[in-house]
T-cell receptor
Framework: NAGVTQTPKFQVLKTGQSMTLQCAQDMNHEYMSWYRQDPGMGLRLIHYSVGAGITDQGEVPNGYNVSRSTTEDFPLRLLSAAPSQTSVYFC????????????FGSGTRLTVV | LAKTTQPISMDSYEGQEVNITCSHNNIATNDYITWYQQFPSQGPRFIIQGYKTKVTNEVASLFIPADRKSSTLSLPRVSLSDTAVYYCLVGDGDSNYQLIWGAGTKLIIKP
């Protein structure tokens, strides 16, 4: 049981480049989300999804797109990378109707130069 | 959305009991209180969740007074490996998915 798997673990982008951060879970969790965490700060919600075909914006959605075509996968796309998007990105999931026991991935450390 | 207030940092010594208090004055009737632990370069890990009174698991205890405006995470007999950031969150788990994560409490355990 792998839990939540994020790839890549590290990435360096040039300003203006685009890329997709991958997130997959094998726990059949309906809810999936993307957070970013800047140094010394808590997590900020970027986008979330409560099921396949359903996505919604969180606190800081600008510059990011998501889609949810399957229950298992929830990729995060950076459209045109900016230095302000340098951060650690975490994907998390949980089962609806139970509690807030999120399962987090190990994170992707992104640097935009 | 209920916000929480925690101490920025705490330190203690191995073998001691550590209590971290979280204030959530605007907690709603349906909100649960959840605590997470985060080590450097890792995602947060669920520790414990409660609604009222006391909850205990193999890792920690959570004390919630009757007015539910605060909660206390209790870590018994801490070790160096308990050095981490601890987050307190409140939410209802049904219709509100936008939990607000504060900066958490950085707990440093000394030998």
């Amino acid at each position: 049981n792998a839990g939540v798997t994020q790839t890549p673990k590290f990435q360096v982008l040039k300003t203006g480049q685009s890329m997709t951060l991958q997130c997959a879970q094998d726990m059949n969790h309906e809810y999936m989300s993307w957070y970013r965490q800047d140094p010394g700060m808590g997590l900020r919600l970027i986008h979330y999804s409560v099921g396949a075909g359903i996505t919604d914006q969180g606190e800081v959605p600008n510059g990011y797109n998501v889609s949810r075509s399957t229950t298992e996968d929830f990729p995060l796309r950076l459209l045109s990378a900016a230095p302000s998007q340098t951060s650690v990105y975490f994907c998390a999931s949980f089962r609806l109707g139970q509690n807030y026991g999120y399962t987090f991935g190990s994170g992707t450390r992104l640097t935009v130069v | 959305l209920a916000k929480t207030t925690q101490p920025i940092s705490m330190d203690s010594y191995e073998g001691q009991e550590v209590n971290i208090t979280c204030s959530h004055n605007n907690i709603a009737t349906n909100d649960y209180i959840t605590w997470y632990q985060q080590f450097p370069s890792q995602g947060p890990r669920f520790i414990i969740q409660g609604y009222k009174t006391k909850v205990t698991n193999e890792v920690a205890s959570l004390f919630i007074p009757a007015d539910r405006k605060s909660s206390t995470l209790s870590l018994p007999r801490v070790s160096l490996s308990d050095t981490a950031v601890y987050y307190c969150l409140v939410g209802d788990g049904d219709s509100n998915y936008q939990l607000i994560w504060g900066a958490g409490t950085k707990l440093i355990i000394k030998p």
